[in-house]
């Protein structure tokens, strides 16, 4: 079984892998000890604080294990509210238009401005699959997950969330859109820049960043063609997130002008089609009729999640004792369940 659960601090070495594995623009995994020790700090913190009744800044931090070799086969996130202890940069697109009647001339021209308006909202954040997992749903299944935490514990975290997708890049961490922020207003290449704000070292860009709209009509055309754009390793992400109900409703990376993706934490199609039913532990499962289900159980330290078999539309879980034992469910209990 792929299991997901919290991570714990004997799961660094996984996470600087996976840091590693995830190349140039992969802003929240940045292979540094200091940074990745800290996420799991945070993360065992967040897992154990019980009197959470608003979102803050606690961050939950999710790894996929394989329960048979005891690898982990990816990573996963959720920030419950961001912004609130340092700014939450974007670029908002926007139109400014220039208008002579007398000169029968009309112009409408695409802006960026600087903003920081997601501040408080929760984000999905940090996913990342090794390779070999790359298949049976197992990326379906480390992105869905999630919705289903939030729909348990719908009160650590805001009403709208959102993801930041990974912008364009070619293979040498290089991005069009930051090479003509770098010849105008930096000095540092785009690995740089993204590992310091990776980092937590986000001074440099309230000192730097052009703090008045930009005219997207003088960025070049490379820059220029890449905004709202992914990299080609994030599609399949940005499919899922879509599938879900997240859109894009023009707001941009600094860095890279990667597309963030928004919904109403209700709207989600995982939400909303979750449901609670009881356990029923049984010794063995119906051989046909079964279909793929993303369950979790109902606690917060212990929490787990998995892709089951089930039968659809069933009033209770029907599952094996050994697929109890992983999930940390006994008879009767609650299990939060949503078809694939």
């Not at 600087?16 to 065992?44: M, N, W």
Request: net charge negative; charged share 25%; glycine share 6%.
């Amino acid at each position: 079984m792929l299991l997901i659960r919290p991570i714990e601090s004997a799961d660094y070495e996984a996470l600087y892998s996976c840091a590693v594995e995830s190349g140039h623009g992969f802003t929240s995994l940045p292979v540094d000890q200091a940074l990745l020790e800290r996420r799991i700090a945070r993360a065992k913190q967040a897992f154990t604080k019980k009197d959470v009744v608003t979102p803050g800044d606690e961050s939950y931090l999710f790894v996929m294990e394989d329960t048979e070799s005891g690898e982990i086969a990816g990573v996963s996130g959720i920030e419950a509210a961001v912004g609130l202890t340092e700014a939450f940069w974007h670029y908002r697109l926007g139109k400014a238009v220039h208008h002579s009647e007398k000169l029968n001339i009309y112009n409408s021209l695409e802006t960026l401005t600087l903003c920081n308006d997601y501040t408080g909202v929760s984000e999905l954040c940090t996913l990342f699959l090794r390779e070999p997992y790359r298949h049976s749903m197992n990326g379906r299944t480390l992105s869905r997950f999630r919705m289903l935490f939030l729909a348990q514990f719908k009160q650590r975290f805001s009403d709208w969330v959102i993801a930041e997708m990974r912008g364009v890049s070619d293979e040498n961490g290089d991005s069009p859109f930051w090479q003509w922020l770098e010849q105008h207003f930096f000095s540092m290449d785009f690995p740089k820049a993204d590992y310091l704000s990776g980092v937590g070292d986000k001074t440099f860009i309230a000192e730097l960043m052009p703090r008045f709209p930009i005219y997207t009509a003088l960025l070049s055309d490379e820059a220029r063609a890449v905004i709202g754009k992914v990299h080609d390793n994030t599609r399949p992400a940005l499919r899922l997130l879509e599938a879900e109900g997240l859109r894009f409703r023009g707001f941009v990376d600094i860095f890279d002008a990667g597309p963030t993706v928004e919904a109403e934490v209700c709207n989600l199609k995982s939400v909303r089609n979750s449901r609670l039913v009881p356990v029923e532990i049984v010794a063995r499962l119906p051989e046909q009729g079964l279909k793929p289900h993303i369950v979790c159980n109902t606690q917060l330290e212990h929490f787990r999640a998995a892709q089951l078999m089930c039968q659809p539309g069933a009033e209770t879980l029907q599952i094996t004792a050994e697929q109890a034992q992983h999930l940390q469910l006994e008879q009767g209990d609650d299990a939060r369940i949503v078809a694939m």
